[in-house]
């Protein structure tokens, strides 16, 4: 293992892991954000009382969960793309070729697995907190919108981080994925280092150190956030 190819600079590759692990980085909490914005909605759906809204999230869901992450990032990488070209076409008349920005395929890919994911996590937290509660909101008199953001959210949120916390790691790993498609993360600036110095062992070991270091930080974070959440909370 040779240590001087993480050099920075010119003389070794320190400087292109270390951008490639912020485009990582970058990719996760874009991916994590959208995730928690489509679970809220496909959890709000399948706690509806409209039969229609409850089939579609349930349809998705099930898709999502059960085909491969990868082929996930194909159908979009190239049905995006076809798709673009066509509605380019038919609308504008440009028949030159049109495609999605890496970046934003790989967030759209990532984000609606971990928005299938999140959505349950999210359903089982909503349907933890007591009813009790939100009757004595009632009681007190407390518009739904009160209701929503004081009562609801708040305990919502802090059963759910547990299982969130799971899926931005998840989703943190997940992102080695979208390399199949050229953009540079850890894993595809880990296979051009391999490629160029022919050490494949020395730049995949610094790729899982990287990845280790940022689930391991991450953990940290959301094992702080789960004891300010749980505040006051008198444990059994």
Same mark, same amino acid.
């Given at each position: ?19 490639? &692990?912020?485009?990582?980085? !970058?990719?996760? %909490?874009?991916?994590?954000? $959208?995730?928690?914005?489509? @679970?809220?909605?496909? /959890? =709000? ?68 697995? &971990?928005?299938?994911?999140? !959505?349950?996590? %999210?359903?089982?937290?909503? $349907?933890?907190?007591?009813? @009790?509660?939100?009757? /004595? =909101? ?68 610094? &790729? ?20 300010? /959440? ?7």
């Amino acid at each position: 293992m040779d240590l001087t190819l993480l050099a920075w600079g010119d003389a070794g590759w320190g400087d292109q892991m270390a951008l490639g &692990a912020l485009v990582t980085l !970058a990719v996760a %909490i874009c991916a994590y954000a $959208l995730g928690i914005v489509v @679970g809220a909605g496909l /959890a =709000a759906m399948k706690l509806s009382g409209l039969p229609p809204l409850r089939w579609i999230a349930q349809a998705y869901t099930t898709v999502i969960r059960g085909i491969p992450e990868l082929l996930v990032i194909y159908l979009v990488f190239f049905g995006g793309g076809a798709a673009l070209r066509a509605i380019a076409s038919g609308m504008f008349g440009y028949e030159g070729y049109v495609d999605l920005p890496i970046f934003l395929t790989g967030t759209i890919c990532i984000g609606a697995s &971990a928005g299938a994911y999140s !959505a349950e996590v %999210i359903r089982g937290a909503v $349907l933890v907190v007591p009813k @009790g509660q939100i009757e /004595a =909101a009632i009681a007190v008199g407390m518009t739904r919108r009160q209701r929503f953001w004081r009562v609801l959210v708040p305990q919502v949120a802090r059963y759910a981080l547990p299982g969130l916390g799971n899926i931005w790691q998840f989703t943190l790993k997940d992102t080695s994925l979208i390399s199949v498609i050229g953009l540079v993360e850890i894993m595809r600036q880990a296979a051009i280092a391999a490629g160029s110095t022919k050490e494949p062992f020395t730049f995949y070991v610094v &790729a899982a150190l990287l990845y280790l270091g940022l689930t391991s930080l991450s953990n940290r974070g959301f094992l702080r956030a789960e004891s300010w /959440a749980n505040r006051g909370v008198r444990r059994a």
